[in-house]
């Protein structure tokens, strides 16, 4: 009996002593055009902003998160001299805007949003030359998510902001100015909330499906998923955490396929032209251009065919290059409003660096089906392309006889994810993107997939009542 309370003991000791997780910052992109600075952590924060003299720079601190990588620093344009991003210290991370000699931003034109749990935007709607005095700060806290009128998630709302204002070295004072701000914007145009990507009417959450996946997931209690549906006949959804971030393996072959082919709609890049294939190109993992002879010469069609087919990572790397890199990739897809799909090294990314999310790709899929990015011949080749992808083992795995999926899987071990689009043997049709955290190469991971592949076939499979007069 003291041995088994003596163990009780040393377990709550530990529990109580272990570390909460620190939360990570996932991704971060700024819109030189737009002063606009997107942020996505894997967890809910609170930012703290403020401004500060000699020189004018806006810091953003990131309380309780991570970042997983060392100092980064860009130049954007003539206004901004420089962006940099570090951990301040071991439980706060630190992005700092620093405006070029003589410009300045007001605190009345910065606008602080939160679009998601996971994600926030942080806009400049002004930066102007004026001199500039004292130090303004502003935040967003704890005392204002329980005020009558929170802070929404959904961004055509009324949201507040707390203005907090000081003077030169003076000692900071919790007396607040609560500003309604008038309904703001991403890139400048209005966003309607039941809208998804801007061109599927929502419906209504399908609670049903939703319960039935939740008592999945707590069978699969040891498997961390996040996942995003839509139902393109009715609007109606399926969203558990599917704004998350994962790291996007061979999923972030999908939308560097898009971006292909809005070159060649474009007329910079044709499916005949040539690559060839650098040494530096060549990558493990997937794929069967690594075994060939360096200097190999393929057609664009010919790498983009094994780039999707067989996930062919030295395929992968040589669009990639053909497209200009990695930073001209992430501008296209932050130009999509993809807010969490981001390239930061190329393949084979077995470390996870490379992110997307599930409402990512499923928002990718949305712009396909309804003719944006590409035109339709571009689509309808994209699609043929999609169709072939061999890996027929997870979302594929649930569907019924007769459907068809052109997606896109990734496997990088700790991770896996599929999206895409379904269409059903009577024409139906629905957009699909999940991804699971498992225990390293556990196929557990993969039976959860199929299963809830299977569970949202059958639901939306189902006959459509109608009502008699």
């Not at 309780?64 to 420089?82: A, D, R, W």
Request: proline residues 5%; contains cysteine; glycine residues 6%.
């Amino acid at each position: 009996m003291k041995l088994r309370w003596l163990l009780l003991s040393l377990i709550s000791i530990l529990l109580l002593s272990s570390p909460a997780r620190a939360t990570q910052l996932e991704s971060w992109h700024f819109d030189p055009i737009h002063n606009q600075l997107d942020l996505t952590t894997d967890s809910g924060i609170q930012p703290r902003v403020f401004l500060i003299n000699n020189p004018k720079r806006l810091v953003i601190d990131l309380s309780g998160t991570t970042f997983s990588y060392p100092t980064i620093k860009q130049n954007f344009g003539s206004k901004i001299q420089e962006i940099r991003v570090a951990q301040l210290d071991p439980q706060t991370t630190r992005l700092v805007i620093e405006l070029a000699p003589g410009y300045t931003v007001s605190p009345q034109s910065v606008i602080v949003r939160r679009d998601s749990n996971f994600h926030w935007v942080v806009k400049l709607s002004s930066i102007e030359k004026m001199p500039a005095t004292g130090i303004v700060e502003w935040g967003i806290g704890a005392e204002e998510e329980s005020s009558q009128t929170p802070i929404s998630i959904t961004p055509n709302l009324q949201q507040k902001r707390k203005v907090l204002l000081f003077q030169n070295k003076a000692p900071l004072q919790n007396i607040a100015t609560i500003n309604k701000l008038s309904p703001p914007d991403i890139l400048t145009k209005p966003i309607n909330a039941s809208m998804f990507a801007g061109v599927v009417p929502l419906g209504e959450e399908i609670l049903q499906l939703k319960s039935q996946i939740n008592a999945l997931m707590t069978r699969y209690s040891f498997l961390k998923p996040g996942m995003f549906f839509v139902d393109l006949e009715t609007g109606n959804y399926l969203d558990i955490s599917g704004d998350k971030v994962f790291p996007a393996a061979s999923t972030i072959k999908f939308p560097i396929l898009i971006a292909l082919f809005e070159r060649i709609d474009a007329g910079n890049i044709k499916l005949n032209d040539t690559l060839v294939m650098r040494r530096d190109l060549v990558a493990s993992g997937s794929g069967d251009l690594q075994y060939q002879r360096v200097g190999t010469k393929l057609t664009v069609l010919q790498t983009i065919n094994k780039m999707i087919s067989i996930s062919d990572n030295t395929a992968t790397n040589m669009i990639i290059d053909r497209l200009g890199g990695k930073a001209k990739l992430n501008q296209r897809f932050h130009s999509w409003g993809l807010k969490n799909t981001v390239i930061r090294n190329l393949l084979g990314d077995f470390k996870g660096t490379n992110t997307t999310s599930p409402a990512d790709l499923v928002k990718l899929s949305a712009l396909i089906q309804y003719h944006k990015l590409i035109s339709d011949a571009s689509r309808s080749q994209a699609i043929d392309i999609l169709n072939h992808c061999h890996n027929k083992k997870l979302l594929a795995a649930g569907l019924g006889s007769g459907a068809i999926i052109a997606h896109k899987t990734g496997d990088i071990g700790f991770v896996i994810g599929d999206a895409g689009i379904v269409e059903m043997p009577n024409g139906k049709r629905y957009l699909a993107g999940i991804f699971v955290r498992r225990p390293y190469n556990d196929t557990r991971g993969r039976d959860f997939v199929r299963q809830v592949s299977q569970l949202v076939y059958t639901y939306l499979d189902q006959p459509k009542l109608t009502q008699l007069p």
